[in-house]
């Protein structure tokens, strides 16, 4: 079967490629990348997908995201999960380790990897757990749960409190040739913090959450990779010291890599009190927002952004996180952590680069071939010979964020009723088209193919 994507701009940040032209995938593969040409006719087996005034780039990859299962299935599955991503352009996944039992031994990443052979639509590549029961205490068989498949190891939603713990860690790291994700909180700190501390917590009556729990753990942690010689890698970052300790140590040559969350590229604690950068007001104490760690104050947003424009951050991820409504439709301070971000990263993204805060193949470099260096994936390219994992996506369309026509399970947005600009057309995976938007069938054409 062979699929031509027709017209395009293809942006592919892996090999500097950034012009119109028609790719063609063939048998699941990328083959070549040609000037545009005469649409063929007649073809046989030949799907067409017009991609005139969008852009064509590789897959996303999202090395952070909560697919639920096992356990949580109804916050969500991993076929709901794989089809957000999908339809928010992502065909790669790394699955978080809290599932219910968390992702501590052989049996449950086996069950993972079958579940999304059998039921996912993108490949799903399943954290594990860096602590026993993520009780805190005791590592688990790292190399037994890396040669299972885990593509990283995390206690996230639980810090790593204990220093002995963390070093032993990053020690193992260096054996299993696995990075260890940090949620970086000390929760002495943070304890009952439900929002960013500061004024606008303060005038909510909310108790906050200070950015120095998270900029301690993380000094602490660049301290003990250049101690270990580890692979650390820093979650979700939100402040603008978090920025600066990391900047220092990429001075001072540790090696580590750290991510940054579209929410918190893109949204600040204004928000918990109902006030959007649009002049457009929200609810406020809409539990949509909060979301562990918090969303920060204006100034640590730009601060991310700037991070990750010169590559302070070498990523960005979802940090999707998926729940139901009953652990969201309560007070503020009873509600649960977390965003659901999988169909919304990307258009929400290019808001940044509709603001001329960021440039558009960087985005994409952080969307793609960056996290898979990161976490030594295969895709994130449009080099000929590789899958053919796409994204396309019409940076310009407009739609309005409806959790009712989400895919995931997960209608915890706080973008809810807001309109974005940017719209993922079509997401290939292995050379499937594994989403196409309900508004725009139009644009493919041909040879029937199954989404
Ligand atoms: O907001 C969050 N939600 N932060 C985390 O660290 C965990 C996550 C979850 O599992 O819901």
Known sequence: MDILIRGGRILDPSRDVDQI??????????????????????????????????????GLIDVHCHLRDPGQE??????????????????????????????????????????????GVIRVFPLAAVTRGMGGRELTEMA???????????????????????????EYSRLVGRPIMVHEEDTALSAGGVMNEGPVATRLGLKGWPGVAEEVMIARDLLL???????????????????????????????????????????TDEWVAGLRPDGRSAIPYDTATKVNPPLRSE???????????????????????????????CEYGAAAFG??????????????????????????????????RAFGLSGGTLKPGSPADIC???????????????????KNTPLAGLTLRGLVTVTLCDGRIVHLHEDHQSIVSGEEVPV
């Open 21 to 58: 032209g028609d790719l063609w995938v063939r048998d699941g593969v990328i083959a070549e990348l040609v000037p545009h040409g005469p649409a063929p006719t007649g073809r046989r087996g030949l799907t067409v997908i017009d991609a005139s005034g969008q852009v064509v780039c590789p």
């Open 74 to 119: 109804e916050k969500e599955t991993i076929a709901t999960g794989t089809r957000a991503a999908a339809r928010g352009g992502f065909t790669s996944v790394c699955s978080m380790a809290n599932t219910t039992p968390p992702v501590d031994n052989r049996a449950v990443i086996e069950y993972i990897r079958r579940k999304a052979a059998g039921e």
């Open 144 to 170: 037994d749960l890396a040669d299972a498949g885990a593509i990283a190891f995390s206690d996230d939603g639980k810090p790593l409190l204990d220093s002995g713990v963390m070093r032993h860690a990053l």
């Open 225 to 267: 990779a250049e101690l270990t010689g580890g692979r650390l890698h820093i979650a979700h970052v939100t402040t603008a010291r978090g920025v600066e300790i990391i900047r220092q140590a990429r001075d001072r040559g540790i090696r580590f890599t750290a991510e940054a969350t579209p929410h918190h590229l893109t949204l």
């Open 299 to 329: 100034a640590d947003r730009q601060a991310l952004v700037a991070a990750i424009r010169e590559g302070v951050l070498d990523l960005i991820s979802t940090d999707h996180a998926p729940h139901s409504e009953v652990d969201k439709l």
């Open 339 to 372: 965003i659901s971000g999988l169909e919304t990263a990307l258009a929400s993204l290019l808001g940044l680069v509709h603001a001329g805060e960021l440039s558009l193949s960087l985005l994409i470099r952080r969307l793609t071939c960056d996290p898979a």
């Open 392 to 410: 396309v996506f019409d940076p310009d369309a407009r739609w309005t964020v409806d959790p009712a026509r989400m895919a995931s399970k997960g």
